[in-house]
């Protein structure tokens, strides 16, 4: 029965622990959303807009767009579309899974017993003895 009133007691222990990290947590938690956050104001926004383009990065692309396309052609907006590459990521998680494979043959446990050994790695026949 002491066995019981021990675990029963580790078992209280470990909860009141527990339930004291939380109330610290939600204690912090309370103290860090009550602070007061300076918010930027517009013309701020408005400034940090994206950088402008080079003059010759902007002859670049007229000219290689008259080069291409016939007729006049007026260029509006230049931007660069977000980089998406789901191949080189399909193929990073596959290299990584690969990586940890089991190698069964890397270790051997318990007595080795050499008759039941592949051909390959037993000794060449005139070194045998």
Partial sequence: MSEIAFILLGFGIVMAVLALLWLVC???????????VPVAS???AQQAGPAPLPAAHL??????IAAVLPGPHRIIRVYAPGHKAPGWVEEG???LSNSHRIRWDWAI??????SKRHKSRQPPPEKRQ
């Fill in 26 to 36: 939600v204690l912090i938690g309370f103290t860090q959303s009550t602070r007061t």
């Fill in 42 to 44: 517009e013309t701020a």
């Fill in 59 to 64: 002859a670049a692309i007229s000219a290689a």
């Fill in 93 to 95: 998680r596959f290299e």
């Fill in 109 to 114: 446990t318990g007595p080795v017993d050499t």
